[in-house]
C-alpha cells in the first residue's frame, strides 16, 4: 500500500505530559492503569495480572466490568497474558482540527487523552478516551518477520441485566459459524437481555448495548481495519458478555454464488490473520451516549481511521444517483421498450440532467450475465455511446460491478473505463469480512483513488474509517435499506427499522440505504410488490430521509416517471446536499422518533421520522445564529393516516423563539428547508 504504517512505540525523546501512578494490589503482580476523558467523566483503566483487563466507568458507573483482552500469535504466543509492564507513556491532544470535506460535518474537533503501555515480549496496547468514548489497539514490534494471528481475545462483560440490539448474521445454520461469515451484513434487531441473546449466531458490528442504569448506550465497534478480518461478536450463553469471533483466512475459494459473481470458501485455514510482525492492529471502539441523540453524531470511526494521503480532492464529487434497479426499469409513457438498453438510460440521463441530478447508475444487467467479465457488454448496450451522451448533458455514469468480475482483473477494468469517462463503480457481493476480502476492498480504494474513480460499496460490511484513508469510498451498505420492501411479507417492519440503525450502524459511516420512494403505503396498506414496489411510511417519511440518513452518494430509488409526477417532492429532494458542514442531532430516542438539523453552507435542513404512532413534538432551532429565517416545511397531511402520500407543503417565517411545533402521522415525518 501506499499509505506508511503508522506505529507509536516510544523513543527515549518522547515528552511525558502527565505522570502514571501504578497501584500495587498484590506486591508487584498486579498493576492498574488509569486514563480519564479530557471532560473527566469517562474512566478506562488496564490491569495487569494473569490477564490484561479493561474496564470503563463514567461519573463512577461501571459501564464495562473488567474483561480480558489479548491475542494468541503463532511465532510468539499469547500476547495479554501474564503482561509485564516495560514502559508506560501518557499524551494528550487537544482542540485539534481536521478537515473532513466529505461527511456529516467539513471539520471535525479532536480532543483525547492517551495511554500507551508497551509489554516485555515487543508489543504494547494504545489506549485512548475521547468524551465521545474509549477505544484500544495492540501493536506489535517485531521486525520484519511476518506472524501468523491465530485468534484475538476479546471478551466483553457488560454489568447484569444489560441488553443489547442485535443484528445476527443472514446466512448459516446455528451453531455453524463458519456458514455465518458469508452474510449480507444486514438484518433487522433482536433487543433483548444480553443473556438472552442467540449464542449460536454471529451478531454484526457496530452493536449497541444498553446499560440498566439510566439508559445509558455503549456502541461496540471497529476503526483501522487493514490486513485482518473484521469482527463479529457471540453472546455468551446465560451471561452478560460478548466474546470477539472473527473469519479465519480462505484456505480453498471457488468461483460461485449469486451469477457466479463470488468467491465462495469452501476450505479455511487455522488462523485468521497472516500479516507484518511490525504493525498496529484496529482500534476496537466503545462510543457512549447518556443521550441517545449522542449517538446520532459521533465522530469515533472517523478520528480513528487512518489518516488520507490523499492530496487533491477536488475530483471526489458526492451527489444524488437516478437509480434503476428499485424500480425496475419501470417507465410508461415512452415509445421505446423500457429496459436495460439505451434507450431506457438515455431518459433516465435525460431526468438526472433536467433536475440537476449528479449521477446515473447502470445497476446489474449491462454485463453479459454469470461470465464474470466486467468487459464482455450485451448487445441492448452501447457504453460508448451512453458515456458520451451523459457526458454531453453533464452528467456522470456509474457501473454496478459483481464483486469478482471487478476483482480478477481489477487493474485493467478500472483503467478501461475510467478511459471511457466512467466515473466509478457500485461493487456488490463481496458478503465476507475475513483478511481477504478487507484487503481487497484497501486494494480496489487506492487503484481507483490513482484513476480518480469512485467506489460505492454495496453487499458488504459496515464502513471502518476506510472513508477517511480513501474518501473515494463514498458509500458502504451494510444496512437492511429500503430494498427489502420488494419481497418482505406484512408483517416485516421498516418503519421501527429506519428508528433504529441510525444510532447504531449508522455510527460507523455512511449508509447505502437508497430512500426516495414516491409510492408510500401505511402499514396495513403495505405489500411487497417487485416491479412496482413502495415504502411503508409517509412522503414526508421519504423526504425526511434524506436529512437523517448519511449518504453522500444518495439515490433516487424510485423511476423518474414518479418523480416527474411529483414535481414539489422532487424537487425538493434534489436540493438537499449529500454531504454537510454542520450536523445538529435534535431530540430523539431510539426505535421511536429521530429529529435532526444539518447545515450546508447558510443553508440548514431539518428531518424528523416517527414510530407508528402519532406524535405531536415541538423542534428547538434556538442553536441558529441570530436572523430572520424562512422555512419551507413537508408535513404530513391530515389524510396521511389513512392516504400516505398526502402531504402539506408551506413557507412561513420561522418565529423568534426558533421552535416549530410539529405532528407526525403513524410511520411520518417531516422535512424542513431554513433559510435566512
Known amino acids: 500500500m501506499a499509505e506508511t504504517e503508522q506505529f507509536y512505540f516510544m523513543t527515549k525523546k518522547t515528552v511525558i505530559l502527565f505522570f502514571l501512578v501504578l497501584h500495587s494490589i498484590t506486591g508487584w503482580s498486579q498493576k492498574v492503569m488509569q486514563l480519564t476523558s479530557p471532560n473527566g467523566q469517562i474512566v478506562l483503566q488496564a490491569t495487569t495480572g494473569d490477564e490484561l483487563l479493561i474496564s470503563v466507568s463514567q461519573n463512577g458507573r461501571t459501564l464495562l466490568e473488567p474483561s480480558p483482552i489479548g491475542m494468541n500469535i503463532r511465532e510468539i504466543g499469547e500476547i495479554g497474558k501474564q503482561p509485564k509492564v516495560t514502559k508506560v507513556t501518557k499524551r494528550s491532544v487537544s482542540g485539534q482540527k481536521i478537515a473532513s470535506p466529505i461527511y456529516k460535518k467539513s471539520e471535525v474537533e479532536e480532543s483525547f487523552n492517551e495511554l500507551i503501555v508497551q509489554f516485555k515480549g515487543k508489543y504494547a496496547v494504545n489506549f485512548r478516551c475521547y468524551d465521545q468514548g474509549v477505544a484500544y489497539q495492540f501493536q506489535t514490534n517485531f521486525g520484519k518477520t511476518p506472524i501468523t494471528v491465530i485468534n484475538e481475545k476479546a471478551d466483553y462483560k457488560f454489568p447484569d441485566q444489560s441488553k443489547g440490539y442485535a443484528a445476527y448474521s443472514n446466512r448459516g445454520k446455528d451453531g455453524d459459524i463458519d456458514s455465518q461469515f458469508l452474510n449480507s451484513f444486514e438484518n433487522t434487531y433482536d433487543y433483548k437481555s444480553l443473556s438472552s441473546l442467540n449464542d449460536q449466531r454471529l451478531v454484526i458490528l457496530p452493536f449497541l448495548v444498553e446499560l440498566p442504569a439510566n439508559n445509558q448506550k455503549i456502541c461496540i465497534t471497529e476503526s483501522d481495519l487493514y490486513d485482518y478480518p473484521g469482527m463479529f461478536l457471540r453472546s455468551k450463553a446465560n451471561t452478560s458478555a460478548m466474546e470477539g469471533v472473527y473469519a479465519t483466512v480462505p484456505k480453498v475459494t471457488e468461483q460461485g454464488g449469486h451469477n457466479m459473481l463470488q468467491k465462495m470458501v469452501k476450505e479455511r485455514e487455522g488462523y485468521i490473520a497472516r500479516t507484518k510482525g511490525t504493525r498496529s492492529f484496529p482500534w476496537r471502539i466503545f462510543a457512549i451516549a447518556d443521550n441517545d441523540k449522542d449517538l446520532l453524531d459521533n465522530d469515533l470511526v472517523f478520528l480513528l481511521g487512518r489518516p488520507s494521503s490523499m492530496t487533491d480532492l477536488s475530483w471526489i464529487k458526492p451527489g444524488k444517483v437516478a437509480w434503476d434497479w428499485w424500480n425496475n426499469w419501470n417507465l410508461k409513457g415512452v415509445d421505446f421498450r423500457a429496459g436495460v438498453n439505451n434507450d431506457t438510460y438515455k431518459f433516465y440521463i435525460d431526468f438526472a440532467a433536467e433536475n440537476n441530478i449528479e449521477y446515473v447508475i447502470l445497476d446489474e444487467g449491462w454485463a453479459v450475465n454469470k461470465k464474470a467479465d466486467m468487459l464482455q457488454i450485451i448487445p441492448q448496450i452501447n457504453l460508448e455511446e451512453l458515456a458520451a451522451y451523459a457526458k454531453s448533458k453533464k452528467v456522470d455514469l456509474i457501473l454496478w460491478a459483481g464483486y469478482w468480475a471487478f476483482h480478477r482483473d481489477m487493474e485493467k477494468v478500472v483503467k478501461h473505463y475510467a478511459n471511457m469517462g466512467i466515473k466509478g463503480f457500485k461493487v456488490d457481493f463481496m458478503d465476507r469480512d475475513d483478511q481477504e476480502m478487507v484487503d481487497f476492498m484497501w486494494e480496489a480504494a487506492e487503484v481507483c483513488a490513482e484513476h480518480k474513480?469512485?467506489?460505492?460499496?454495496?453487499?458488504?460490511?459496515?464502513?471502518?474509517?476506510?472513508?477517511?484513508?480513501?474518501?473515494?469510498?463514498?458509500?458502504?451498505?451494510?444496512?437492511?435499506?429500503?430494498?427489502?420492501?420488494?419481497?418482505?411479507?406484512?408483517?416485516?417492519?421498516?418503519?421501527?427499522?429506519?428508528?433504529?440503525?441510525?444510532?447504531?450502524?449508522?455510527?460507523?459511516?455512511?449508509?447505502?440505504?437508497?430512500?426516495?420512494?414516491?409510492?408510500?403505503?401505511?402499514?396495513?396498506?403495505?405489500?411487497?410488490?417487485?416491479?412496482?414496489?413502495?415504502?411503508?411510511?409517509?412522503?414526508?417519511?421519504?423526504?425526511?430521509?434524506?436529512?437523517?440518513?448519511?449518504?453522500?452518494?444518495?439515490?433516487?430509488?424510485?423511476?423518474?416517471?414518479?418523480?416527474?409526477?411529483?414535481?414539489?417532492?422532487?424537487?425538493?429532494?434534489?436540493?438537499?446536499?449529500?454531504?454537510?458542514?454542520?450536523?445538529?442531532?435534535?431530540?430523539?430516542?431510539?426505535?421511536?422518533?429521530?429529529?435532526?438539523?444539518?447545515?450546508?453552507?447558510?443553508?440548514?435542513?431539518?428531518?424528523?421520522?416517527?414510530?407508528?404512532?402519532?406524535?405531536?413534538?415541538?423542534?428547538?432551532?434556538?442553536?441558529?445564529?441570530?436572523?430572520?429565517?424562512?422555512?419551507?416545511?413537508?408535513?404530513?397531511?391530515?389524510?396521511?393516516?389513512?392516504?400516505?402520500?398526502?402531504?402539506?407543503?408551506?413557507?412561513?417565517?420561522?418565529?423568534?423563539?426558533?421552535?416549530?411545533?410539529?405532528?407526525?402521522?403513524?410511520?411520518?415525518?417531516?422535512?424542513?428547508?431554513?433559510?435566512?
Not at 420488494?486 to 429506519?498: C, E, H, L, T
Not at 421511536?592 to 447558510?602: E, G
Open 453 to 676: 474513480m469512485l467506489l460505492d460499496y454495496h453487499g458488504t460490511c459496515k464502513p471502518f474509517g476506510l472513508q477517511r484513508t480513501y474518501p473515494n469510498v463514498i458509500n458502504f451498505e451494510g444496512v437492511n435499506g429500503l430494498e427489502q420492501l420488494k419481497w418482505k411479507k406484512q408483517g416485516y417492519d421498516q418503519v421501527i427499522y429506519d428508528l433504529t440503525f441510525p444510532f447504531i450502524r449508522m455510527l460507523a459511516g455512511p449508509v447505502d440505504y437508497t430512500q426516495g420512494a414516491m409510492r408510500n403505503a401505511t402499514q396495513k396498506g403495505y405489500v411487497p410488490n417487485y416491479t412496482e414496489p413502495m415504502s411503508q411510511g409517509t412522503r414526508c417519511r421519504q423526504l425526511a430521509e434524506y436529512v437523517i440518513f448519511e449518504s453522500p452518494f444518495n439515490m433516487l430509488c424510485d423511476t423518474p416517471i414518479n418523480y416527474i409526477n411529483e414535481e414539489e417532492s422532487t424537487e425538493f429532494i434534489t436540493s438537499i446536499p449529500t454531504v454537510w458542514d454542520e450536523t445538529v442531532a435534535l431530540d430523539s430516542k431510539i426505535g421511536q422518533y429521530i429529529s435532526m438539523a444539518r447545515r450546508s453552507k447558510d443553508t440548514w435542513y431539518v428531518g424528523a421520522i416517527n414510530d407508528w404512532k402519532t406524535r405531536e413534538m415541538e423542534i428547538d432551532l434556538s442553536f441558529l445564529p441570530d436572523g430572520n429565517y424562512q422555512i419551507e416545511i413537508f408535513r404530513d397531511g391530515i389524510n396521511a393516516d389513512r392516504n400516505a402520500t398526502d402531504y402539506k407543503k408551506e413557507k412561513k417565517m420561522l418565529s423568534d423563539d426558533k421552535k416549530v411545533k410539529i405532528k407526525m402521522y403513524p410511520g411520518g415525518g417531516v422535512a424542513a428547508k431554513i433559510s435566512k
